[in-house]
């Protein structure tokens, strides 16, 4: 196996893909973008970035600067502001994350809530001749629910950390 990065053109059989895109833009206000990377570390933080400069602030326990660079105290203040505006946005959007690790001829690797799944295709066919592109673009509207919107796939977390309780039925149609 050889890994590659996600060129959109790609199918899913054989490779294994990192995604390009690990840095998930919460919001953006006042000239400053807020992200998080996903996998960086436990500890809840968000990174705040203008065109200036970028800081890292710590949400648990409190929140607090980590690390600045290149930021004027006033932008600071303004960066704290924004985070306590937005904080309950900031921990649902990390605690909603989920992401393809990598996908295999068998099936594909996901990541939610710092554990490692493998969706084999023999329980999950939707994704074995998906492109890429639609396998990685995988959404957590809700902590029990994820959405592939390119493929039309909703998924109960349920049926992915015990797929025997879901069993692939077809039923012919009329």
Same mark, same amino acid.
């Given at each position: 196996q050889r890994s590659v990065e996600w060129s959109g053109r790609s199918q899913v059989s054989g490779i294994v893909v990192r995604p390009i895109e690990?840095?998930?833009?919460?919001?953006? !206000?006042?000239?400053?973008?807020?992200?998080?990377?996903?996998?960086? %570390? /436990?500890?809840?933080?968000?990174? !705040?970035?203008?065109?200036?400069?970028?800081?890292?602030?710590?949400? %648990? /326990?409190?929140?607090?600067?980590?690390?600045?660079?290149n930021l004027r105290d006033k932008d600071l203040s303004k960066i704290r502001r924004l985070i306590e505006e937005h904080e309950d946005d900031i921990r649902a959007a990390w605690n909603r994350s989920a992401e393809v690790l990598g996908i295999t001829p068998n099936g594909l690797w996901l990541l939610l809530d710092d554990t490692e799944h493998f969706l084999a295709f023999e329980h999950f066919p939707w994704f074995r001749d998906a492109p890429v592109r639609a396998v990685l673009h995988v959404e957590r509207p809700q902590p029990h629910h994820l959405y592939w919107p390119q493929l039309d796939v909703d998924l109960?977390?349920?049926?992915?950390t015990h797929p025997e309780k879901y069993p692939l039925v077809s039923r012919p149609s009329a």
């Open positions: 690990v840095s998930p833009t919460i919001f953006r !206000a006042d000239g400053f973008r807020f992200y998080f990377f996903s996998r960086e %570390e /436990p500890r809840m933080h968000v990174h !705040a970035q203008s065109a200036d400069g970028e800081a890292k602030f710590w949400i %648990e /326990p409190a929140i607090e600067l980590a690390v600045s660079y109960h977390v349920e049926s992915i």
